[in-house]
């Protein structure tokens, strides 16, 4: 094991996984290349990431690559997909995330198995960096 970074953004590697908690700052990028950090939940029982409507109109995502359905909390809904370039701890990716109105939620990005597959472990005692 070992860690990267300075006090405020700690990057910690367990082999070739970097460690996460369960809230995490995250950069997303729109093509036109505004850039945005935001705090992002970390749900490993979320099939594919997901960004507020919001975020997705600031940054100009689009266009919309398909149509999903997806269950939730709430049920069942048909979500716009769009793709946004990510930088989670010292990753960066270029993926798909599903639009939601998150208005109601803490984070406006959650971050799901899509994501956490490319080299995650998820900590949940880890704190986010102040």
């Not at 860690?3 to 405020?8: C, E, M, N, P």
């Not at 600031?58 to 398909?66: D, F, T, Y």
């Not at 370039?85 to 939620?105: C, L, S």
């Amino acid at each position: 094991m070992f860690i990267l970074g300075d006090k405020t953004n700690i990057v910690i590697k367990y082999g070739k996984k970097t460690v996460i908690g369960l809230v995490e700052p995250v950069t997303v990028t729109g093509p036109s290349g505004k850039k945005k950090e935001v705090l992002a939940r970390i749900d490993s029982g979320a099939t594919k990431s997901s960004i507020d409507v919001k975020l997705a109109a600031e940054l100009s995502l689009g266009p919309i690559l398909k149509a999903k359905i997806v269950k939730s909390a709430t049920g069942k809904s048909i979500r716009a997909v769009v793709q946004a370039k990510i930088v989670v701890a010292d990753h960066e990716f270029t993926t798909e995330f599903t639009i939601a109105d998150r208005t109601e939620m803490k984070y406006g990005v959650l971050i799901g198995q899509n994501i956490l597959s490319k080299g995650f472990l998820i900590d949940p005692v880890k704190e986010v960096p102040r």
